[in-house]
Structures are given as structure tokens and as C-alpha cells.
């Protein structure tokens, strides 16, 4: 028996909702022997996926375990999105070479509130449950915190690759980021979590949640892992910090011309984890394209589509394709860009690196490989010469790459 409203599936079918995409699925056994008791006594799994409000907005790179966790909430799973309130006064070590700056309870708060919004977009938010760690972390005694950290021991903290090259290198390791993974996996514990989400590089907290349901004598949680999303170079993982995002909250216009420079080949890779298409789907799509009986452009504006349209609804997706219709197909410049003052340049000439850098929060270097590749744009002509100075005035309109666009007011 499974809950109401649910899909009647098979546990081989269900399963195969689970695997979807999914690197790591530990252990798939267990998982199965969950969803056979399922159909016997009708109780859903309880998901969980956890985020530090690090930051105030969500990129498609964070939105992978969200379609994850919609997918497996459509089964009729009990989804629990935990705000991890009190961890990101911490913020977590994985993949850092030196300690993470900590944030501010009003910092927290605020960011919280923001992602508390934004996942909505892709989860039911009558059938998701919004939890915050501080809930059971913030109560606990002295006492409490060491007989947690006696549950573990330095040795197995010292596995995590981050952790072991900083101790290799001899850089800082302090003792509160190794309380992180005991915390996170204390989550699981306190919220008596079936299955956790993350990233790949999330493995080693999700599996220290796995030990400590043990020792407190629960079954340890199935662990699914996501694979991190390229950013639109296509090579590194989208991050805010190397420019390569596509924001939930930007504009349809901007998403939409971003997606559509996706690369040929990572577009399957955001088609299978960034919508509702199933794995049978896009492989089919694969195949008309490799037969030549589907042009790639045509997925892509699907792709493209689909996604702005899930959070700027299908209005947000016609401007969009409209919009990149007339920038890139009868070379435009888009109706909307962002401004700035030309008071605020406060300069009667300025140094082209010093402008891109101050337009676009690019840094100076960089500034300089995009002139030199002719990526950036004055009034639509290419700036090539990196020592050129400008006279910026209204209504002149800066360009870098194919997407971003910025007019002197």
C-alpha cells in the first residue's frame, strides 16, 4: 500500500526514480527493503536535504538535489528541507583550503528566509516541511557536545580529503570545523532521517549521518548523491565566484540567453538533472540528434524553455526566446540591462580594464583576457586594445561575452 495520490509503481519503477541520475545510491539494498515495507504498512520515506544559508540567493547548480527531492515527493515521500541554521554559523569545510568565514546570525537569518522562498519554485510547499538544526543543536550542553564527538574519532575525520591536504600542508585545521560532519550527521539523527541528498561532494557528512543513526541505534539512512553541475564554461562547477551561473531569480531574459549557451554536449547533462524529463526521454532525444532527425538548437530552446519557465512561469519563457531572437539573431542589444550612473563612475576617462572590472565585478585579469579575446563591446564594436582609455557618457553600452550588457545612465 502506498499513500494516496501517489504513483502506483513497482519497487523496481521506484527505484529507478531514486537512480535517476544519481551517483552514489548506498546501499541500494536497503533502500529496496524500505520501499517493500512501504507498500506494506503505507508509511513514506523522510528525505531530507540539508543547505547552509550561505549565501542569499540559489543557483541551477544548488536547484540538482531540489529536482531530486521534487521527483521523489511526487512518489508521495515525506520531503524535509533542513535549513541548517545553526551548522552555518560553522559553515561547512568540504572542499575549502583554509577556514570558512562565519556568518552572522542576522547574515543567517536573512539568506534563510530567501532560500525558504526560492525552493518553492520546484518543491510543493503544501507537502514540504521546513526544518532549522538550531532547533536540537542550539539546547545542547557541553556535555551533550562531548559525548557526541566521542561517537567519532579524529582518525576517520581526517579521511576527508580537504581536511587531509590542509594536514598535509600544514594550514589550519580548527577544532570546530571538525565538529561540522558530526553536526550534520547529528541532523539525521535528531530528525530520524530514511534517505539524505547532497552533492558528491557531500558523501563523507551523509555517511557520518550513517554511523551515528548506528550508534544511537537507528537504521542508518540510504545516502543518494548528486553529481555537481558544470557552470556554462562547461569545465568548472557553477559557482558564483568564477561567473558561470544561471541565478533562479534572474531575469527570463537573461536565463534563457545563458541556457542557450550551453554547450551541445553538457545540455543532456542539464536536461536530465535540471527537469522533469525522464532518463528514457533524453536518451531518446540523443538519438534523433545523433540520426540527424532532431537539430540540437531545437533541444537546446526546449532545455531553455522548460527551465525558465519553472521559475518565471511559460509568459517568462516566450520573453525570453523572444528576447534572444533579437540579440542574437538580428544582433540587438536586449530591450532591458542593468545601468549605472555615469556619476558614479566619476571619472571624465577611465581605464577600459578598470571599467569592465567596475561594470561587470569581474577582476582585472580577467578583464584582460576577455579584450584580448574580443569578447567585450562598446556601443556593439569590439574594445581589443587593453590600454585604451574611454570617455564614458550616457546611454553608451558596455558588453562582455554574448550575455551581459550594461548602459551608462
Request: aromatic share 6%; charged share 30%.
Amino acid at each position: 500500500m502506498v499513500p494516496p495520490n501517489a504513483p502506483d509503481l513497482s519497487v523496481d519503477e521506484e527505484l529507478a526514480v531514486f537512480a535517476k541520475g544519481a551517483v552514489d545510491l548506498i546501499e541500494s539494498s536497503e533502500l529496496r527493503a524500505r520501499l517493500e515495507q512501504r507498500r506494506k504498512d503505507g508509511k513514506p520515506l523522510a528525505v531530507k536535504l540539508g543547505a547552509d544559508p550561505s549565501a542569499p540567493d540559489i543557483h541551477l547548480g544548488h536547484t540538482v538535489v531540489l529536482w531530486k527531492m521534487a521527483e521523489l515527493q511526487r512518489l508521495g515521500h515525506e520531503v524535509h528541507f533542513l535549513i541548517g541554521d545553526f551548522t552555518g554559523r560553522i559553515g561547512d569545510p568540504t572542499g575549502r583550503s583554509e577556514t570558512r568565514k562565519q556568518l552572522t546570525p542576522e547574515e543567517i537569518a536573512a539568506n534563510a528566509q530567501t532560500y525558504a522562498r526560492q525552493i518553492h519554485k520546484i518543491l510543493d510547499p503544501e507537502k514540504t516541511r521546513i526544518d532549522f538544526n538550531s532547533t536540537w543543536l542550539g539546547p545542547m550542553t557541553f556535555a551533550d557536545v562531548i559525548g557526541l564527538g566521542a561517537q567519532y574519532t579524529v582518525a576517520r575525520l581526517l579521511e576527508r580529503d580537504d581536511f587531509a591536504k590542509r594536514f598535509r600542508e600544514g594550514r589550519p585545521i580548527h577544532v570546530h570545523e571538525l565538529f561540522y560532519p558530526l553536526m550534520q550527521g547529528y541532523d539525521s539523527v535528531a530528525m530520524r532521517t530514511d534517505v539524505e541528498l547532497g552533492g558528491t561532494d557531500q558523501k563523507f557528512n551523509l555517511l557520518v549521518g550513517r554511523d551515528l543513526q548506528r550508534a544511537h541505534g537507528q537504521r542508518p539512512q540510504i545516502v543518494l548523491t548528486m553529481p555537481l553541475l558544470e557552470g556554462l564554461d562547461g569545465v568548472q562547477k557553477m559557482s558564483k565566484s568564477l561567473g558561470n551561473t544561471v541565478g533562479i531569480d534572474e531575469a527570463p531574459e537573461q536565463m534563457y540567453g545563458k541556457l542557450m549557451s550551453v554547450s551541445d554536449t553538457l545540455m543532456w547533462k542539464y536536461m536530465l538533472l535540471l527537469t522533469d524529463r525522464t532518463a528514457a526521454r533524453v536518451e531518446e532525444l540523443k538519438r534523433e540528434v545523433a540520426e540527424d532527425r532532431l537539430h540540437p538548437m531545437r533541444v537546446k530552446e526546449e532545455l531553455a524553455a522548460r527551465i525558465v519557465s519553472t521559475y518565471h512561469g511559460e509568459a517568462g519563457a516566450r520573453r525570453g526566446a523572444e528576447e534572444f531572437a533579437r540579440v542574437h539573431r538580428k544582433h540587438e542589444a536586449p530591450e532591458k540591462m542593468p545601468g549605472v550612473a555615469l556619476a558614479e563612475l566619476g571619472e571624465a576617462s577611465v581605464w577600459i580594464v578598470k571599467l569592465v572590472t567596475r561594470l561587470f565585478g569581474v577582476s582585472g585579469s580577467d578583464a584582460r583576457r576577455q579584450i584580448a579575446a574580443g569578447a567585450v563591446k562598446i556601443d556593439g564594436e569590439k574594445a581589443t586594445d587593453d590600454k585604451a582609455e574611454l570617455a564614458p557618457r550616457r546611454g553608451m553600452v558596455v558588453q562582455l561575452g554574448k550575455h551581459r550588457f550594461v548602459r551608462i545612465d
